[in-house]
């Protein structure tokens, strides 16, 4: 089966770099699937999971916190500020950060920047639920 080069970097350098036989990611115009040969795109990406199916059927999920996607006949690329693969999230520390988000947003005051703790939220509870496996 063909498969295609997959590397997810991060400001802080690579996080994943392997062969798969199929990616999927969340654009902002909804859900891609990416096989090798693919015409070549560049899109933006939402907070999101990005599933990164395997010839032996395994698939390795990693969580990412938007970005782009650049596609290539021979390789996907994904840019983004942050991703963690499933097995590395540690899922108290994203609870924790879901209940500090909430926190924020119920508290109606001028100095809470609510875009920032929506976006905070959803990124927690994208993190949780790549974390349990629920995508």
Known sequence: MKTTVVNIVTPDGPVYDSEVSMVIVKTV???MGILPGHIPTVAPLTVSAVRLKKDN???DIVAVSG???EIRSDKVTILTPSAERADSIDLARAKEAVKRAEQRLQN???DIDFKRAELSLKRAM???NVKEGNI
Do not use: A, M, Y
């Open 29 to 31: 115009t909804g859900e």
């Open 57 to 59: 059927n395994k698939t």
């Open 67 to 69: 970005g782009f996607v």
């Open 108 to 110: 109606k005051q001028d």
């Open 126 to 128: 994208n993190r949780i």
